[in-house]
Structures are given as structure tokens and as C-alpha cells.
């Protein structure tokens, strides 16, 4: 009866920390990567959980039980990789060992999660969860601190928010009351976690680099971010504009659709600067320009439209603007009325218009992204192309494709056969040697 004890892994800690590839199989071969994954991280619990593995191996040794105990390791990519990873390496232990039985040891909820997959391939007799036991008392929580206050993101992320208001509090307190100043230290505190949890610094730290190395490298994008960014604060300004003039606006919609419709014209108008800066940094580049970058500024220009006109829709129906009036003109001898375009009927020419020109930018993408793929192989043919040549100059020997027509005489008369280049030479061959 052979039982085999399997140590999960779904995070691959132990690959990761020590660099071995799972599944780790064997006394001597787990006992070594104890040793490994104790040197690598002293503090991991996966240290327990391969001495817990040997511990029951060993005990079924003792009871005269064949025992196969194994680490197996999941994938860091996502957990569907890490769950697919877990079941092959099992189906190869279970198709080399035939154990009858399994006994699982774990230490967390996450390795926890991997048992079901085990009992799908072979019978489960014990799941063992390893619980390390901490040391509670005075001397345990002074290393604890000790090692929390050596962190210095640690101690600035926590101690001096902490700090901070301990020290505002009471000053706020005596000026404008303890309530209020509960009030403004905990919206102090809120923003700050919000900034930490969106990541808010990381980003700025990254917006500044790339701005820098931008203004290093001489790229044309930061002067049309600078011309985008002031053509934003045009739309802004139009937009609260146009807000003012309304009389007397009830509500929050026809305010919000009146700022919308002065002020997506200036943000479409930004929108297309910055992508045209970011086309001419790709045009000048080495590197072929990317169909995206194509299609970006046809997909603004079809989004304004869209959002424009939907604007538009809802103000006509209130009768803040006034109709889409075609005024009259003549064309030839002939004149044309005015016409008045109705509310749908404008609704309906912003979206076609809209949907019209991203199928034309994806269009013009789709063909510059065509003409990029059909260059490749030309330079592949004629570097392929050149490579019989070079080996004949070389010296080296001649195929049967590059053979010339006036080496075939020489070879006849040197070797005294007839070696058949067409279906008339071939069938000439044999009447000579019988003659």
C-alpha cells in the first residue's frame, strides 16, 4: 500500500525563493529543500509544512507503510494557471507512484482552496493544516515593533499620518471647537488613505519621469500636450459660459447638456492635438507607426460627434437652441430652398456622421497595418534568395537547382556517366551505353 504525502504550494513560494522547478519528490530531495527554502526566507511557513510532510512520511515508514512524499507547486501568472499546473503535476505522480491514498498538508486558506483537485485524482485519508504557534509575550512584541520601526516606508506611511494628528487635533480643538476638528482630521485622513490606495503618488511619480525624459528626448507630443491642456481650459471656459447665459435653468440636465454642448468641440479639438503629437513622435521614430495611433484621432472626432449631438438633441427639445436650419442657396440657374432639419432627423445625421468616420479611420489603419505585413517577406525573400549564391562562390557544393548548363558537358566526359538534367537526356542514356 503506497500513500503518497503531497506538501501544496499554489503561490509557488518554493519556487520562487529557491529557483526549483516542481514537483520535488523524494525523502532526500525534500529534506534538501527545507534547507533551501529556510536559508532563502527564515520566516516562511512553508518551512513547517515540508518538515510537517516528512514528519507523517516518516511516521508511516514506521508503521510499515510505503509512503512517497512531494511537493507540488502551483503558477504565480493567475490562479486558473496555478490550479491547471497543480492537477498535471499530480496526474504525473499519480501515473509514476499508483499511490492508493493521499494525506495533504497545507498552511493556509489559499493552499486550502487546491484539495478538491487532490480527491479528484485519488482518494484523500487526511488533510494535515499546519499552524505555526507565535510566541506571545513581551519579548516577541518588542522585535516585532523593533522590526516595524527599521521600515522606514513603514514608519512613513503610519507614524507620521499618526503624528500629524495628534498634533493638529488639539490646536483645532481650541480654535474652532472638537467636533469640527474630528471632522476636518478625519476627511485629512480619508483623502490620504485614498491617495495611498489609488496609488495616486506612484503615478504622479511616473507622470513626472515621463514628462522629463519627454523634454530630454526633444519629442513633439509635450508641446501638443501643452496646446491640448490650454485648449481644455478654452472648452472649460466656453462651457461655463454658455451655462451663464441660460435663464433661469431649472434642474441639473439642461445646465450639464448646455456645458457639454460649448465645450466637447474644444475638448475633441485637445483630443486631436495630443493624438497628433503622439502620431508625429511615431513617424519620426525607427519603429513602424501602430495602426492604433492611426485610428485615434477618427474615433475622437466620432465620439464629440456623438456626444455633441446627443447635447444638442436634448436643448433643441427644451428649446434652448434653435433648429438646424440649411439656408437657401442657388446652384445654377436653378435655386434650392431652405431647409429645416428636425430634431431626430439631426440626432441621426451627428451618429452616421460619427459612425461613418471610425469606419474610415479603421479602414485606413487596417490598410497602413496591410502594407507594414506585406514589406516583411520582400526583405525575407531576397536575404533567402541570397544564400545559394554565397555558398557557390564559397567553394562549397553545387545543388541541383544552381547547377550551370555548361558544367554538365565537363562532368560527362570526366566521369564517363550521363547524369539526366531532362526527360530527353534520360531517355537518350540508355540507347548510348547499349550501344
Given at each position: 500500500?503506497?500513500?503518497?504525502?503531497?506538501?501544496?504550494?499554489?503561490?509557488d513560494?518554493?519556487?520562487?525563493?529557491?529557483?526549483?522547478?516542481?514537483?520535488?519528490?523524494?525523502?532526500?530531495?525534500?529534506?534538501?529543500?527545507?534547507?533551501?527554502?529556510?536559508l532563502?526566507?527564515?520566516?516562511?511557513?512553508?518551512?513547517n509544512?515540508?518538515?510537517?510532510?516528512?514528519?507523517v512520511?516518516?511516521?508511516?515508514?514506521?508503521?510499515?507503510?510505503?509512503?512517497?512524499v512531494?511537493?507540488?507547486?502551483?503558477?504565480?501568472?493567475?490562479?486558473?494557471?496555478?490550479?491547471?499546473?497543480?492537477?498535471?503535476?499530480?496526474?504525473?505522480?499519480?501515473?509514476?507512484?499508483?499511490?492508493?491514498?493521499?494525506i495533504?498538508?497545507?498552511?493556509?486558506?489559499?493552499?486550502?482552496r487546491?484539495?478538491?483537485?487532490?480527491?479528484?485524482?485519488?482518494?484523500?485519508?487526511?488533510?494535515?493544516?499546519?499552524?505555526?504557534?507565535?510566541?506571545?509575550?513581551?519579548?516577541?512584541?518588542?522585535?516585532?515593533?523593533?522590526?516595524?520601526?527599521?521600515?522606514?516606508?513603514?514608519?512613513?506611511?503610519?507614524?507620521?499620518?499618526l503624528?500629524?494628528?495628534?498634533?493638529?487635533?488639539?490646536?483645532?480643538?481650541?480654535?474652532?471647537?472638537?467636533?469640527?476638528?474630528?471632522?476636518?482630521?478625519?476627511?485629512?485622513?480619508?483623502?490620504?488613505?485614498l491617495?495611498?490606495?489609488?496609488?495616486i503618488d506612484?503615478?504622479?511619480?511616473g507622470?513626472?519621469?515621463?514628462?522629463?525624459?519627454?523634454?530630454?528626448s526633444?519629442?513633439?507630443?509635450?508641446?501638443?500636450?501643452?496646446?491640448?491642456?490650454g485648449?481644455?481650459?478654452?472648452?472649460?471656459?466656453?462651457?461655463?459660459l454658455?451655462?451663464?447665459?441660460?435663464?433661469?435653468?431649472?434642474?441639473?440636465?439642461?445646465?450639464?447638456?448646455?456645458?457639454?454642448?460649448?465645450?466637447?468641440?474644444?475638448?475633441?479639438?485637445?483630443?486631436?492635438?495630443?493624438?497628433?503629437?503622439?502620431?508625429l513622435d511615431e513617424?519620426?521614430?525607427?519603429?513602424?507607426?501602430?495602426?492604433?495611433?492611426?485610428?485615434?484621432?477618427?474615433?475622437?472626432?466620432?465620439?464629440?460627434?456623438?456626444?455633441?449631438?446627443?447635447?444638442?438633441?436634448?436643448?433643441?427639445?427644451?428649446?434652448?437652441?434653435?433648429p438646424?436650419?440649411?439656408?437657401?442657396?442657388?446652384?445654377?440657374?436653378?435655386?434650392?430652398?431652405?431647409?429645416?432639419?428636425?430634431?431626430?432627423?439631426?440626432?441621426?445625421?451627428?451618429?452616421?456622421?460619427?459612425?461613418?468616420?471610425?469606419?474610415?479611420?479603421?479602414?485606413?489603419?487596417?490598410?497602413?497595418?496591410?502594407t507594414?505585413?506585406?514589406?516583411e517577406?520582400?526583405?525575407?525573400?531576397e536575404?533567402?534568395?541570397?544564400?545559394?549564391e554565397?555558398?557557390?562562390?564559397?567553394?562549397?557544393?553545387?545543388?541541383?537547382?544552381?547547377?550551370?548548363?555548361?558544367?554538365?558537358?565537363?562532368?560527362?566526359?570526366?566521369?564517363?556517366?550521363?547524369?539526366?538534367?531532362?526527360?530527353?537526356?534520360?531517355?537518350?542514356?540508355?540507347?548510348?551505353?547499349?550501344?
Open positions: 500500500m503506497t500513500t503518497l504525502v503531497v506538501c501544496l504550494d499554489r503561490t513560494d518554493v519556487g520562487r525563493k529557491t529557483g526549483l522547478q516542481s514537483p520535488v519528490v523524494g525523502w532526500e530531495a525534500v529534506r534538501a529543500l527545507v534547507t533551501d527554502v529556510g532563502a526566507d527564515p520566516e516562511d511557513s512553508g518551512v509544512t515540508l518538515l510537517e510532510g516528512l514528519r512520511a516518516q511516521d508511516l515508514r514506521d508503521e510499515n507503510e510505503e509512503a512517497v512531494a511537493v507540488v507547486s502551483g503558477d504565480r501568472e493567475s490562479m486558473v494557471s496555478a490550479d491547471r499546473a497543480v492537477a498535471r503535476q499530480l496526474d504525473d505522480l499519480i501515473a509514476e507512484h499508483d499511490p492508493e491514498s493521499a495533504v498538508v497545507i498552511d493556509s486558506a489559499e493552499d486550502e487546491l484539495v478538491p483537485i487532490v480527491e479528484s485524482r485519488v482518494r484523500v485519508d487526511s488533510v494535515d493544516r499546519v499552524v505555526v504557534r507565535q510566541a506571545r509575550d513581551i519579548e516577541s512584541t518588542y522585535y516585532l515593533l523593533k522590526q516595524f520601526l527599521a521600515d522606514e516606508e513603514l514608519r512613513q506611511t503610519v507614524l507620521v499620518p503624528g500629524l494628528t495628534l498634533l493638529v487635533f488639539p490646536i483645532l480643538a481650541m480654535r474652532i471647537g472638537a467636533a469640527e476638528g474630528a471632522a476636518a482630521i478625519t476627511t485629512v485622513i480619508g483623502l490620504f488613505l491617495y495611498k490606495g489609488f496609488s506612484e503615478i504622479v511619480t507622470l513626472a519621469r515621463r514628462t522629463r525624459e519627454s523634454l530630454y526633444g519629442q513633439v507630443s509635450v508641446v501638443t500636450y501643452v496646446v491640448a491642456a485648449l481644455t481650459l478654452v472648452g472649460l471656459f466656453a462651457g461655463g454658455g451655462v451663464s447665459n441660460l435663464d433661469d435653468p431649472a434642474g441639473v440636465v439642461i445646465p450639464t447638456m448646455q456645458f457639454v454642448f460649448n465645450s466637447v468641440p474644444w475638448f475633441a479639438m485637445a483630443a486631436l492635438t495630443a493624438s497628433a503629437g503622439r502620431l513617424a519620426i521614430g525607427e519603429d513602424p507607426v501602430r495602426s492604433s495611433y492611426l485610428n485615434l484621432p477618427f474615433i475622437v472626432v466620432a465620439v464629440g460627434l456623438v456626444i455633441r449631438g446627443f447635447a444638442a438633441y436634448f436643448l433643441e427639445q427644451q428649446g434652448v437652441i434653435d438646424l436650419v440649411v439656408p437657401t442657396r442657388v446652384l445654377g440657374p436653378l435655386p434650392t430652398e431652405g431647409i429645416t432639419v428636425a430634431t431626430g432627423e439631426r440626432l441621426a445625421l451627428y451618429v452616421v456622421s460619427a459612425i461613418v468616420i471610425s469606419l474610415v479611420g479603421a479602414r485606413i489603419a487596417a490598410t497602413v497595418a496591410t507594414g505585413d506585406d514589406t517577406p520582400v526583405d525575407g525573400g536575404e533567402s534568395g541570397s544564400g545559394p554565397s555558398e557557390i562562390t564559397d567553394g562549397g557544393p553545387e545543388t541541383s537547382g544552381n547547377r550551370s548548363s555548361d558544367s554538365t558537358p565537363e562532368r560527362d566526359d570526366a566521369d564517363g556517366t550521363h547524369e539526366s538534367t531532362s526527360p530527353l537526356e534520360s531517355d537518350t542514356a540508355p540507347s548510348e551505353s547499349t550501344r
